[in-house]
């Protein structure tokens, strides 16, 4: 057989058969006077063989070694490491598909955040605060709103689980607290009035000290990652204000100020 015709026997192409020669997966018969080469049985047979380990999921580097071994101990050894590794991957495939059901039966519960996939305590938190805020201020939610929602989603897609479990803790927490909702909804109400302001606008002072009240003392130096440190230091909060307009940005510094200043008294 010519290398077309065996390719064709064991169902590759034939580049599939000299990437074979070239890895050492299939010897190279030598080949006849009119330079092409000359396949016979135990060729297609090696073929098929190599093909049968790959349909198993081995790498060709698995392959190599099971070749290798004559007596065929290798091959048992792989086979049972391929076994487990399938069941790790089915294992995780199952989570994976639970936690996208939950997410589809949220979705049609009308309960999907749009800054979602979240966990399933921050999109009840999100819920809480939602109904509490339409029952406090009817009407369009505040832009700042959505923002904290975002912030909050991205702290708990990077902070470490403690982290991200305190964070809910406090968050949860300040949302609780007697009057918090309505007072942090008349914030936002004000940074969202910054939106077209200049940074030195009278109004800004009053937004800080809104922000500001709307935090327990404690929770922005031992609590929220990354905001220990001062407001020009910290490249996350550097980044979280460049979303927002100047004039919202600079309340929101201001805010920490005053926060820092307490927190120092």
């Known amino acids: 057989m010519r290398i077309g015709e065996l390719a064709a026997l064991a169902g590759v192409s034939t580049r599939t058969v000299r990437h074979y020669h070239h890895l050492g997966l299939l010897p190279e018969p030598p080949r006849r006077a009119n330079g092409y080469r000359h396949y016979g049985l135990r060729d297609a047979v090696a073929l098929a063989r190599v093909r049968r380990l790959t349909g198993l999921g081995l790498g060709l580097d698995e392959v ?7 007596a065929g101990r290798e091959l048992r ?5 391929l076994d487990a590794d399938l069941a790790r991957q089915e294992e995780s495939i199952r989570a994976r598909r639970a936690r996208l059901a939950a997410l589809l039966r949220r979705a049609d519960e009308g309960g999907l ?18 109904r509490a805020a339409a029952h406090a201020r009817p009407g369009p939610e505040p832009a700042p709103a959505a ?6 989603a991205l702290l708990e897609a990077t902070a470490p689980p403690e982290e991200r479990e305190r964070l809910l803790t406090v968050v949860r927490s300040m949302a609780a607290a007697p009057g918090a909702v309505p007072r942090v909804y008349e914030a936002y109400a004000q940074l969202d009035a910054l939106a077209d302001a200049a940074p030195d606008d009278p109004r800004v002072d009053a937004a800080a000290r809104a922000v500001a009240a709307c935090i327990p ?3 922005l130096e031992t609590e929220l990652p990354g905001a220990a ?13 460049a979303d927002f307009a100047p004039a919202q940005a600079e309340a929101l510094r201001r805010a920490i100020g005053l926060l820092g200043e307490d927190a120092g008294r």
């Open 64 to 70: 190599r070694d099971v070749l290798a071994d004559d």
């Open 77 to 81: 050894e792989v086979l049972a490491e």
């Open 113 to 130: 955040p749009a800054e979602g996939p979240v966990s399933d305590e921050l999109a009840a938190l999100f819920g809480e605060m939602h």
């Open 147 to 152: 923002k904290e929602r975002e912030l909050l």
């Open 217 to 219: 003392p404690g929770v």
């Open 229 to 241: 440190a001062p407001p020009g230091d910290d490249p996350f909060l550097a980044v979280f204000l």
